[in-house]
Every structure is written in C-alpha cells, then in structure tokens.
C-alpha cells in the first residue's frame, strides 16, 4: 500500500557484491555510531525510535539511492506460477538467475488486501544483495481466489513451507507485513525442516482478524459490533454490497490514507494494486472468509518457540496495531527478555513501513541483512 515516486520512469539497477556492502555498511554504522552491528548470538540491542529526518543519508550509500521501485507492470510481466495443492500461486523472483548463494535468500510476504507490488520499493534494493522472491498468498493478488474455501493462518504458513521447500530450495529470511508477518512466525515455529533462518516482522498482526485482540479494551468495547458485523457479511445480499463499497477507488484512498503515516505514498499505483484483485471472482469470499473466520495461533505463544534471529520494525502512527495496544505492547517487551530479537520504533510511519517509508525500513534492515553469516 503506497507509492510517491515516478514509476514510468526507466529502472536502474546497479549490482553490488554482497562483499562490498557488508564493509560499506560496517565501515558507516561504526564509523557515525548509528547502529553497532553484533553477532548472530548477541542480538541484545533495546528498542530504539528512528528519527524521521534522519533518513537514507545516514545508512545507504548514493549508490542504493539511485534504485527506483520497480514498475507494477514489469513485476506483473515477470511473475510466475506455482501450483500448490491444485491451487495456482504467483510469484515473483528478482534477480531471476543469481548464482551468489553465500547470503539467504528473501521471501516477502504481504499483508491483507496487498500482494506482490507492494514490495516494488523495497524488491530493487534487496536485490543487490539478495536473491528476493515474493508471493501472493492464497486468496490475494493474482493467486487464486477459491469459492468456498476457508482461509486460516495455519494454511499460509504451510504454503509459505511447501514454496520454500519446492521453490526456494534453501533455508530463507522471511519478511512480512501485518498478517504476512504472522503468517512467517507460524510457519518459523512449525517449520521442522530447517526451512526459516530468520525473521522480520513489520507491524505485526496479532491474528487474522481483530477478535484475536481480546484483551484491548478497544477491542472488547467493539466486539459485539464485530460480532454483528460478521452476521451480516454472512448475509451474501449484504456481504456483497459492503464489499462494492469497499473496493471503490475513493474509499480505497480513504482507508489507505488513514493507515499511511506519509500521505504522499498514497497513490493511484498504490489504490490499484489493491483495487484490481479485489475485481477478481473469489475475492468476495476471500474477504468474507478472512473476516469472519477464526483469528489464529496467537504470536505471544509462538514467539518464545522461535531462537531464530527477529527484526521487528514497527510504524508508531499505526491505527490497526498500535504500539500502545496489546500486540505491541508484548513486541516492545521482547528485545529485554530474548537475545534473538532486536526491535525499532519508526516514527511517524503507519501500518506498512516497507512502503510507507521504505528509507526507514532498508536504514535497520540491510545493517542486520549483512550481519547473518554466509551460508
């Protein structure tokens, strides 16, 4: 969701080994003091809030800031497919032939309503280093949307399993936003095979729906409207009429701008990404099933599973999963009770920090990218 930049301008992609921006970034964070870079093991470092004038200078060299977003239309383009369980599942990978495999590969995971695109300011940046692929789960962009099925977290963990292990094929970095970030700690602490070497986690979700959020006040003083609302979307006439409504280019621009910290990123790119797999047959069900449906493995049993190395990056103006509320309330607390996981505020950023302000996200991100070892 967001977007303030020219994509009909032309692509540049410059490569840069792995080699080179692990000492560029060593070299600047212990240099400017900005960020000190410790071991796998050690990751002990406490919440800390980014200053939002203090942006891409302070941590990307020049180099990285001439990378555009990609276009909506290349990633649509490159996309392949995958079929899974006799679903077909899209997906993107970039760099398509990359014969580096000293660091993890990326798989980015989008939260509800999005799908691939909305990582097309982060997928260029990533790319120098990484080899990135991303996803559409099921039910969302250009996946399909079955009738009738019923969707539930535990069914995208176990895709995001089956693509690592069939697709992937090596051990990876997952990245996810809101219920795509729940969906990585599902699949991370289910995982048996070795599938997951780390995680991050943007404003992660606390379930698939608001009635995993039980103990927000917020939230109790709503449930019976939840409740009551659930009744109607089960309503076909009803469910159908809300969700016209919804999908609507201005209430669309209306919802983004209310999760979007920068206003600006809030564009006709960005409605459409989100508008055009909402046309798609299924997708009313797929809301209705999402919506409605049971919330899900909770993160603050899952979490304390998982040794693994955790970024969490949290955008501080989020009205969906606010810093202040339960969910991240436990996401604050984590960095003081577990050596794996390292956590930063983002100031005046919402619900979608990757592309929100993906200056911020790549300042904390590619610093702890380049500290995991070579595989």
Request: glycine share 6%; net charge neutral; proline share 7%.
């Amino acid at each position: 969701m967001g977007m303030a930049v020219n994509l009909a301008a032309p692509h540049i992609f410059l490569p840069t080994s792995s080699t080179t921006l692990r000492k560029q970034y060593n070299l600047m964070y212990n240099s400017q003091n900005f960020f000190k870079i410790s071991s796998c093991s050690k990751f002990k470092n406490p919440i800390r809030a980014v200053n939002c004038s203090k942006v891409f200078a302070a941590s990307v060299s020049t180099e990285k800031e001439a990378l555009l977003p990609l276009e909506v239309s290349e990633i649509n383009e490159k996309c392949k497919k995958w079929v899974w369980k006799g679903y077909t599942i899209n997906y993107f990978v970039y760099p398509e032939i990359n014969n580096d495999t000293s660091n993890p590969p990326l798989l980015l995971i989008h939260g509800f309503g999005a799908s691939i695109a909305h990582w097309r300011r982060n997928i260029p940046i990533l790319a120098q280093s990484y080899t990135v692929y991303a996803i559409d789960l099921l039910g969302f962009g250009a996946s399909d949307k079955p009738a009738g099925f019923a969707y539930s977290m535990e069914v995208w963990a176990e895709l995001i399993l089956d693509f690592l292990d069939e697709i992937v094929r090596r051990p990876a970095v997952l990245v996810g936003n809101s219920v795509g970030s729940l969906a990585c700690v599902i699949a991370a602490a289910e995982s048996t095979r070795s599938l997951v070497q780390g995680l991050v986690l943007l404003n992660c979700a606390g379930g698939m729906n608001n009635k995993a959020i039980v103990d927000d006040w917020r939230i109790k003083l709503l449930l019976p409207l939840l409740w009551f609302f659930d009744f109607l979307l089960k309503q076909k006439g009803i469910a159908s009429y809300l969700f016209d409504r919804v999908r609507k280019r201005d209430s669309l621009r209306n919802i983004l701008s209310s999760v979007y910290g920068n206003k600006d990123n809030v564009d006709e790119d960005l409605v459409e990404i989100i508008k055009k797999p909402a046309e798609d047959e299924g997708a009313l069900d797929a809301f209705v099933s999402i919506v409605t449906g049971p919330p899900g493995p909770n993160p603050v049993q899952l979490i304390p599973k998982i040794t693994l190395p955790i970024l969490v990056l949290w955008g501080d103006q989020d009205p969906f999963t606010p810093i202040d509320g339960p969910v991240g309330k436990y996401f604050s607390s984590l960095p003081s009770q577990l050596p794996n996981v390292n956590l930063f505020l983002l100031e005046g950023v919402g619900h979608c920090p990757h592309d929100d302000r993906p200056d911020l996200v790549h300042e904390k991100l590619l610093p702890w990218l380049a500290n995991f070892p070579a595989s």
